[in-house]
């Protein structure tokens, strides 16, 4: 599994995808992404970051599946409630706050747009330092908005901050953080909830 994990990290280097886009696409962290780039076929391999890496390919590969996981998503965030804009974090966090924000309207019958954020580790220019992701202006805004924030995994719980920054710069109100798969076992987020299907813990 970790040879292919490697190969696989270093095609997508080749194809020019930045740390934080393999990261995103292996759903590993960037501690893990940077390291299996680093590898090299003919020398020993160092210690690899303690991580878990995730495939929901059975889930992201089929849109019914889609849309049941979706939903589950949708259901935990009425606790907080409703939403005015579903913000799906770029890239895999997209397909489920798309079908989120539909699935979310039919459910309390109030209009859901849907934003997407664009983090900086996805930046060629990246500065790790930097809090400074984006909010495509092509969908949604968050201003004035109550806003459900959507992810695909959450690793360190970095991203999910940039989100809530950005989102509350921009004079929103983040209600909490959906994710599939919770990686740090995290509660909240800079005091937002965070709501998950699947937590993953380390004994």
């Not at 970051?49 to 949708?74: C, H, M």
């Amino acid at each position: 599994m970790k040879e292919k994990l490697i190969q696989k990290a270093q095609e997508l280097r080749q194809h020019g995808f930045t740390t934080g886009e393999i990261a995103d696409e292996l759903n590993v962290s960037m501690d893990t992404a940077r390291w299996l780039t680093l590898q090299k076929p003919t020398e020993e391999k160092t210690d690899a970051p303690t991580d878990f890496a995730i495939n929901w390919k059975s889930i992201g590969g089929n849109s019914a599946r889609l849309r049941y996981v979706s939903s589950a998503l949708s259901d935990m965030t009425l606790t907080y409630g409703e939403a005015e804009v579903v913000c799906g974090i770029a890239v895999s966090g997209v397909p489920f706050a798309t079908m989120m924000a539909d699935v979310l309207e039919d459910m309390t019958g109030f209009e859901t747009s849907l934003a997407i954020f664009h983090p900086n580790k996805h930046r060629k220019d990246s500065d790790e330092t930097s809090d400074e992701g984006t909010i495509s202006t092509n969908f949604g805004t968050v201003e004035g908005k109550k806003v459900v924030i959507v992810d695909d995994v959450i690793t360190s719980g970095k991203t999910a901050r940039e989100v809530i920054h950005t989102v509350k710069d921009l004079g929103g109100e983040p209600i909490c953080v959906t994710v599939l798969i919770d990686k740090a076992g995290l509660s909240e987020i800079e005091e937002i909830p965070v709501e998950s299907l699947i937590k993953v813990s380390r004994l």
